[in-house]
């Protein structure tokens, strides 16, 4: 892990997220994400670019306001990493605080995430 530049990685995979155009947010998914890559939170299950692409895209209909933003540092233990994020809308309130772990690939991309709501 040591050769891969995993906030460069994180910060990519935030703009996913809050990329409203869905031809860029393909571009930066597909980046990103490795094709079998695992998305898991308390509720959903997602497995390859095209359903994180679909799980996003949903996300952005329900809330096309909301911004990711990395807070904290990264913190890398063994093959994995553990970063904090938030959701924050246009006028500053915070809707939800998670705090996710990643692992990644020998060639930076994210293989799976798997999040806990801290909220």
């Known amino acids: 892990m040591e050769t891969v530049d995993i906030q460069a990685a994180l910060t990519a995979y935030a ?3 809050n990329e409203p155009d869905e031809r860029r947010r393909q571009e930066l998914i597909e980046h990103v994400w490795c094709e079998e890559g695992v998305y898991q939170d308390h509720r959903n299950r997602v497995v ?14 329900r809330y096309p306001d909301l911004r990711i933003e990395l807070t904290g540092e990264v913190l890398v233990a063994g093959e994995g990493v553990s970063f904090t994020w938030r959701a924050r809308d246009p006028e ?9 772990t990643a692992t990644l690939t020998r060639d930076g991309k994210l293989q799976s995430v798997s999040g806990v709501l801290n909220d």
């Open 15 to 17: 703009a996913a997220w």
């Open 92 to 100: 500053g309130l915070v809707w939800l605080t998670r705090q996710d």
């Open 48 to 61: 390859g670019c095209q359903a994180l692409r679909e799980y996003i895209h949903a996300f952005k209909r």
